[in-house]
């Protein structure tokens, strides 16, 4: 049984920053990548970014060179650190072992402008 447990959401002004933290049960978190996804209301969920297990990272383009993705797997958990954050990036964010049907219960972030 695999749990992932995000904090770190809230309310920010625009040009602000967050920074999101996902906490992963399991052994073997360290060789799984896993990613991070964000839905925001009428919206599909989509991707923000993913992380490898060698610690490599791609982003969507729309929040390249604002957001930074990392892990450390000696504590089993992900960040995604947020700058410069619009009100466009309002939504619930989601941390998601990739390849599985694991997902935490999500953590909501909201720009005001």
């Known amino acids: 049984q695999v749990q992932l447990v995000e904090s770190g959401g809230g309310l920010v002004q625009a040009g602000g920053s967050l920074r999101l933290s996902c906490a992963a049960s399991?052994?073997?978190?360290?060789?799984?990548?896993m990613g991070w996804y964000r839905q925001a209301p009428g919206k599909q969920r989509e991707l923000v970014a993913i992380?490898?297990?060698?610690?490599?990272?791609n982003y969507a383009d729309s929040v390249k060179g604002r957001f930074t993705a990392s892990r450390d797997n000696a504590k089993n958990t992900v960040y995604l650190q947020m700058n410069s954050l619009k009100p466009e990036d309002t939504a619930v964010y989601y941390c998601?072992?990739?390849?599985?049907?694991?997902w935490g219960q999500g953590t909501q972030v909201t720009v005001s402008s």
């Open positions: 992380t490898t297990s060698a610690g490599s990272t």
């Open positions: 399991g052994s073997i978190f360290r060789i799984t990548a």
């Open positions: 998601h072992k990739v390849g599985t049907n694991y």
